[in-house]
């Protein structure tokens, strides 16, 4: 688990450092160099599609740790009811 944590956050950080070099990029590239714009927005356009790769899979994450804490929850529930005195009636 702490490999894809480490994954995640290396990807993360890699796209930021892709936004920040883009953000350079425009900051610099003359309004009628048609070429410069043209690449400029390919390049944003791939960085949006890993941005939102990425968001499918913190949302798979969530999905399966969601899941993981139900199951836990459902057998911390069942040991309790194994564990539990019986209570007779009089």
Known sequence: MT????KGTDQ??????????LAIRADRVDAGDRAKIIALID????????ALRECV??????R???E???AIGAYARGARAICA???RDN
Do not use: F, H, N, Y
């Open 43 to 50: 390049d944003v356009e791939t960085v949006r599609q890993c």
């Open 12 to 21: 993360a950080e890699t796209l930021m450092q892709r936004l920040r070099r």
């Open 68 to 70: 993981r804490i139900k």
């Open 3 to 6: 490999g894809l944590r480490a």
């Open 57 to 62: 899979r913190l949302d798979e994450d969530m």
């Open 64 to 66: 399966r740790s969601s």
């Open 85 to 87: 005195p019986r209570r």
